[in-house]
């Protein structure tokens, strides 16, 4: 059996995963043969994008703390 490919998720991609459809979908499908790994300052970035997009941010924490 092959190793997991491992890919690392910056900042925008996780915050596309929360609030589009489209990377969670890609994301979701890859799940079983691909690891995800995000550094610290990444999730602490995203934390500071919503209101780019007009949304709270408290809405989007529990999203982001599944990562």
């Not at 596309?16 to 550094?39: K, W």
């Not at 602490?44 to 809405?59: L, T």
């Amino acid at each position: 059996m092959s190793k997991p490919k491992r890919i690392v998720l910056d900042a925008n991609i996780l915050i596309r995963a929360v609030l589009g459809t489209q990377v969670r979908s890609l994301l979701n499908g890859y799940e079983d043969a691909a690891e995800f790994y995000t550094p610290d300052i990444c999730l602490f970035d995203a934390a500071g994008i919503p209101h780019r997009y007009r949304c709270a941010k408290e809405s989007i924490r529990p999203w982001l703390n599944r990562f």
